[in-house]
């Protein structure tokens, strides 16, 4: 018998799929559902605050790259995932699967479907990755994080609703933030990031774009900037040779609650990251990851910069002058970066989690108590 209580959520591979899969697991725990997790190992202890009551490992793989042995061992794990996954969930026998994107996403929602149970496919970026064309085709429903999404497959017949992405309450909480005033003369409070494929050329182009400005200028900021861990200490020399008060580390535990403090913020378009610049309203000079096959970070960046929320700088031109250039220009003119903070605040879902809830419940057919009306 099918258990309208219980939903499994399938994500891995980086926190970019996890966290908005986190989000929605709060808000369907807290309208009374039980949650399963299935992800695979890479996801580690990422996974450790998640609201399941199971958390599963289910082998998998990405095929990639033009050899055919690699492609070959690829579809192997995937499919012995496929056969891990199948006792699984013909035990704990969810009302429906949800996938949140990437290929560990693929053998449990295959495996859901092989059982009769219907799948939802979240996509987080502006245009649909590999794996979720793969499993957009049997999918009941189809949530999207922007409202144009490209790259859905002419075979789908799911539902397609706009969700927008899942915060999670941190970021919420972040989100309730004014943004700070930018006083004359006064500090400016500069975050850089870029995640674990995109550091490095933060770490290789901020600092000497920060030392291209002139001295009155540097003297106001505050920069705050992940690096990762071979970069730690070139990039803290530099700023402290420049006299550029500075905190640098590998990662931020707050960092939601950091970009709410920030007057401007550089990095990477990842989709959360987009979604949380929105939501909390700060002004963005993006850096899409360059090379992906989708160019998804690319079209998440355009979102913001068709508004004038961010400048896109494709990373062949994104060097010290250029950035430097940029940072003066809104130092000079504060308007610039309140202005874009407006901007940016107008295209932010904070309800996300909630509408994707809303559909997710009315997929399993048969609503839990204390569900919202």
Same mark, same amino acid.
Request: hydrophobic letters at 45%; a neutral charge; proline letters at 8%.
């Given at each position: 018998m099918?258990s309208h209580?219980?939903v499994?959520?399938s994500?891995?591979g980086?926190g970019?799929h996890l966290?908005?899969?986190?989000?929605?697991?709060?808000v @369907?725990r807290?309208?009374?559902?039980r949650?399963a997790?299935?992800?695979d190992?890479?996801?580690?202890?990422?996974?450790?605050s998640?609201?399941?009551?199971?958390v599963?490992?289910?082998?998998?793989?990405t095929?990639?790259?033009?050899?055919?042995?690699?492609?070959?061992r690829?579809?192997?794990?995937l499919g012995?995932?496929v056969?891990? $996954?199948?006792?699984?969930?013909?035990?704990?026998?969810?009302?429906?699967?949800?996938?949140?994107g990437?290929?560990?996403?693929?053998p449990?929602?295959?495996?859901?479907?092989?059982?009769?149970i219907?799948?939802?496919i979240?996509?987080?970026n502006?245009?649909?990755?590999?794996a979720?064309?793969?499993l957009?085709r049997?999918a009941?429903?189809?949530?999207?994080?922007?409202?144009?999404?490209?790259?859905l497959p002419?075979? $789908?017949?799911?539902?397609?609703v706009?969700?927008?992405n899942?915060?999670r309450?941190?970021?919420?909480?972040?989100a309730s933030?004014?943004?700070?005033?930018?006083?004359?003369?006064?500090?400016?409070r500069i975050l850089?990031?870029?995640?674990?494929q995109?550091?490095?050329?933060?770490s290789d182009?901020?600092?000497p774009a920060?030392e291209q400005?002139p001295v009155?200028?540097?003297?106001r900021?505050?920069?705050?900037q992940?690096?990762?861990?071979?970069?730690?200490?070139?990039?803290?020399s530099l700023?402290a040779r @420049?006299?550029?008060a500075?905190?640098?580390?590998?990662?931020?535990?707050?960092?939601?609650?950091?970009m709410?403090?920030?007057?401007?913020v550089?990095?990477r378009?990842?989709?959360?990251?987009?979604?949380?610049l929105?939501? #909390?309203?700060?002004?963005? #000079?993006l850096?899409?990851l360059?090379?992906? @096959?989708?160019?998804?970070?690319?079209?998440?960046?355009?979102?913001?910069?068709?508004i004038?929320?961010?400048?896109v700088? @494709?990373q062949?031109a994104?060097?010290?002058?250029?950035?430097?250039?940029?940072?003066?220009?809104?130092?000079?003119?504060?308007?610039l970066?309140?202005?874009?903070? $407006?901007?940016?605040k107008?295209a932010?879902?904070?309800?996300? $989690?909630?509408?994707?809830?809303?559909?997710i419940?009315?997929l399993?057919?048969?609503?839990?108590?204390g569900?919202?009306?």
């Open positions: 099918v209580h219980l499994l959520i994500a891995g980086t970019g966290f908005p899969a986190e989000a929605l697991g709060i @369907l807290s309208r009374g559902l949650i997790l299935a992800t190992r890479r996801v580690g202890a990422l996974s450790t998640f609201p399941a009551d199971e599963f490992e289910i082998p998998s793989a095929p990639s790259g033009k050899s055919l042995i690699k492609m070959a690829a579809g192997a794990m012995l995932g056969a891990r $996954a199948v006792p699984i969930i013909r035990r704990i026998r969810p009302a429906v699967a949800v996938g949140f990437g290929y560990p996403t693929v449990p929602l295959a495996a859901a479907r092989l059982l009769r219907p799948t939802a979240h996509e987080q502006a245009v649909m990755g590999r979720n064309r793969l957009a049997s009941s429903l189809i949530a999207t994080g922007f409202p144009g999404v490209r790259g002419a075979g $789908a017949h799911g539902r397609v706009h969700t927008g899942p915060l309450p941190p970021v919420l909480e972040a933030s004014d943004f700070p005033p930018v006083i004359e003369g006064g500090t400016i850089v990031f870029g995640g674990s995109g550091a490095r050329v933060m182009i901020v600092p920060i400005l009155e200028l540097r003297s900021l505050e920069i705050t992940q690096a990762r861990d071979e970069d730690l200490d070139r990039v803290r700023y @420049l006299n550029v500075s905190d640098v580390q590998p990662f931020f535990k707050d960092l939601p609650a950091r709410a403090g920030a007057h401007l550089i990095s378009s990842g989709a959360s990251t987009v979604a949380e929105a939501a #909390i309203g700060r002004p963005s #000079i850096v899409p360059p090379g992906a @096959l989708d160019q998804d970070q690319a079209a998440n960046a355009a979102t913001l910069a068709d004038g929320a961010a400048t700088i @494709l062949q994104f060097t010290p002058a250029r950035l430097a250039e940029e940072l003066q220009r809104r130092i000079a003119d504060p308007a970066l309140t202005g874009a903070a $407006a901007a940016a107008s932010g879902v904070t309800d996300a $989690a909630e509408r994707l809830a809303d559909a419940i009315d399993a057919g048969s609503p839990p108590h569900r919202s009306s």
